[in-house]
């Protein structure tokens, strides 16, 4: 079992940075890619970026290639990410989720989720 609690969110205007953090717990000797997730309000949830467990293959959504950027601590089994150039149309409860069968599996481990709110 892993524990997972985002951190970071806020209210922010478009233009601006936010770094998200996802501190994992339990089971974290296992080798785990881990996920961020967003969902809007009345949208479904959609895949924003992934990180495999040693950090050196990364997945990024279209929309958000180029101003955001995945990265892992294993040390303090922490992921980040770093939002820049954020949108209103980024605004959304972000979720980290964590997967033990590498960056395209499932994902079995999910945070609750931290807000994002991008607005003028």
């Known amino acids: 079992q892993v524990q997972l609690v985002e951190s970071g969110g806020g209210l922010v205007q478009p233009g601006d940075s936010l770094r998200l953090s996802c501190l994992a717990s339990?089971?974290?000797?296992?080798?785990?890619?881990m996920a961020w997730f967003r969902q809007a309000p009345g949208k479904e949830r959609e895949f924003v970026s992934a990180?495999?467990?040693?950090?050196?293959?990364?997945k990024y959504a279209t929309s958000v290639k180029g101003r955001f950027t995945v990265s892992r601590d294993l040390p303090k089994n922490t992921v980040y990410l770093q939002m820049n150039s954020l949108r209103p149309e980024d605004t959304a409860v972000y979720y980290c989720?964590?997967?033990?069968?590498?960056?395209?599996?499932?994902?079995?481990?999910w945070g609750q989720g931290t807000q994002v709110t991008v607005s003028s």
């Open positions: 989720a964590a997967s033990p069968e590498g960056i395209r599996g499932e994902y079995d481990y």
């Open positions: 339990g089971r974290t000797s296992s080798s785990y890619a």
């Open positions: 990180i495999s467990w040693s950090g050196s293959a990364t």
